[in-house]
């Protein structure tokens, strides 16, 4: 049983692909995948690293892979603090930012309408602790703080029959978790074009519990928003555990396994509001955690393994 086929009573299963991976993790993509999002090159510094100079050769080729195989996909990202080349900012003032934000959207969110569903319009715009709500970044330097609804108008506008996302991480954390819900609330107060929360869920295997997710889901339900888990990863270390392994022991692998049954248990729950749940990548011999937080460190978040056999949390997880 497959994936997507277990699945396709409760939500889309997606996940974060690459040009290389499209070759190289061809036959899990299609067998068990039903959503795609590009990794990195949809992104604006991927595909306008300079100004005026859009290329779109990567995630074009990427974009063929999904039309060939009638996977539907994710925008991600338009607007990140992160990933954004140097010159959208330069010489520039708050019209002229708005401006470019517009053009962008306009030029890549119109060449890839037909193949995907939904976007990721603003991507981690709130911050993770502290007085400020909103992350300090050249968009809210230039524009202000009302560049969010800015680009969810322009989106709407250019884009009318896609989702729209707004998508953060550490999202079942407090206070970050209330901060994110008051701002879409507040956004859909104002009557800005909000369709969807993105919830990207980089967990490890000690947290959260299932205690957590389900608060953090009962609170972002009563958005009456679509949800979506976003980029799903289990990481086998806390976050600021440095130690290197050779390879996970069985305890580590069980332990992966109930975080992933676990969360799927109450995803499953869920399923009126959730609409896709994707993990960040295919198998454990490509996942950007073997770089982050540790560079160069192995690690081993994902449901396949480094040969791509299923792992103990594929099983997990199939088994209801
Ligand atoms: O392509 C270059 C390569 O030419 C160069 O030799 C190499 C050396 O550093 O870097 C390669 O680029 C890397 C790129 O991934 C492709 O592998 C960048 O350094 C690296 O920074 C980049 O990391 C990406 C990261 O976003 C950037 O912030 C990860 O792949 C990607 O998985 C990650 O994804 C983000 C989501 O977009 C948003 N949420 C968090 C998530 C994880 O950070």
């Known amino acids: 049983m497959t994936l997507k086929e277990k699945y396709k009573d409760y939500f889309k299963i997606g996940t974060a692909v690459n040009v290389s991976s499209i070759d190289t993790h061809a036959k899990l993509i ?123 108008r322009y989106a709407k506008e250019i884009l009318p029959t896609t989702d729209l996302y707004y998508n953060d991480y550490n999202e079942t954390q407090s206070p970050k978790r209330e901060h994110i819900y008051k701002i879409v609330k507040s956004m859909k107060e104002r009557g800005v074009p909000i369709d969807g929360v993105g919830l990207q869920c980089h967990f490890n295997i000690y947290s959260p519990d299932k205690d957590t997710i389900r608060r953090s889901l009962e609170l972002y339900a009563k958005l009456g928003l679509k949800l979506q888990v976003t980029e799903m990863d289990i990481s086998m270390f806390k976050h600021d555990d440095t130690t290197r392994i050779t390879k996970p022991s069985k305890e580590l692998l069980e332990l992966q396994a109930k975080a992933y049954g676990d969360a799927f248990e109450v995803f499953r729950e869920y399923k009126e509001v959730i609409d896709c749940v994707t993990l960040w990548g295919i198998a454990d011999d490509c996942t950007w955690l073997d770089n982050f937080p540790v560079e160069n460190r192995k690690n081993w978040p994902l449901l396949f393994d480094e040969e791509h056999k299923p792992k103990e949390a594929l099983l997990r997880i199939l088994d209801f």
């Open 30 to 152: 299609k067998e068990h995948f039903n959503s795609l999002t590009c990794e990195n090159e949809t992104k604006f510094s991927n595909l306008c690293e300079n100004k005026d100079n859009y290329n779109f050769m990567w995630a074009d080729k990427i974009v063929d892979f999904a039309r060939d195989n009638k996977i539907p996909m994710r925008g991600h990202t338009f607007t990140w603090h992160n990933q954004t080349p140097k010159w959208v900012f330069e010489n520039v003032d708050r019209e002229g930012l708005l401006k470019r934000l517009k053009d962008h959207i306009k030029v890549v969110g119109e060449r890839y309408e037909k193949e995907f569903y939904c976007w990721d319009v603003v991507n981690e715009a709130i911050e993770d602790k502290g007085d400020y709500i909103f992350r300090k970044s050249p968009w809210t330097e230039i524009i202000g703080e009302d560049f969010i609804d800015y680009a969810f």
